[in-house]
């Protein structure tokens, strides 16, 4: 006897058709979503990556911005000991002005200059005095000008007086003078034996 499937062909076709189509859709559907996971979490690994990557870049910074900080701090302190340095040098330098003026004073003074006061400011020193004639006072300045450690700055005044003498009641015509003078140092060429 044949046998004859009574079944409608076209039924199961379809039933087939869409199983398969199930099974596709749903192997699809499987597959999208672990490429979509796997893309989601490959970024994700890689923006932590990026982002630990951004803060060690922002800890570096840090630290460089603190060595800079640093390192100002230590050129300041570095500026104030080399201002200290320079005022200790100044003070040594100046050291034997004192010494050097009196010295110098008493060798440039020519005969019949004598002094009545002396004033010092700073480097400035403000003599006052009498001299026998205006040529001697001419000559101090000059003389004066010749040292290493003077220089004359200015003349205040030099006026001509007439003094009597206490000793032999004469009168006799002198000068009075006012001047400016300055202490330098001079170069260290000049001051070496």
Not at 23 to 50: D, K, P, R
């Amino acid at each position: 006897m044949t046998r004859i499937n009574l079944l409608p062909w076209r039924d199961t076709l379809e039933k087939e058709r869409r199983y398969r189509f199930f099974i596709i859709a749903g192997v699809s559907l499987f597959v999208t979503v672990c490429v979509w996971l796997s893309v989601h979490f490959y970024m994700a690994s890689e923006v932590g990556y990026q982002e630990d990557r951004n803060k060690y870049l922002q800890q570096k910074i840090k630290q460089a911005e603190d060595q800079i900080k640093e390192i100002e701090n230590l050129d300041e302190q570095k500026q104030r000991v080399i201002e200290r340095i320079d005022v200790i040098q100044e003070l040594e330098d100046k050291r034997p002005q004192v010494v050097h003026f009196f010295d110098e004073i008493v060798r440039r003074v020519p005969d019949g200059v004598y002094f009545s006061s002396m004033k010092q400011k700073g480097d400035k020193i403000k003599l006052e005095g009498v001299a026998q004639s205006d040529a001697r006072v001419s000559s101090l300045m000059g003389n004066i000008d010749q040292s290493k450690w003077l220089k004359t700055d200015k003349i205040i005044s030099i006026e001509r007086k007439e003094i009597q003498s206490k000793t032999r009641k004469v009168k006799r015509s002198v000068s009075l003078f006012k001047l400016e003078i300055r202490l330098t140092l001079p170069k260290k060429e000049e001051t070496t034996p």
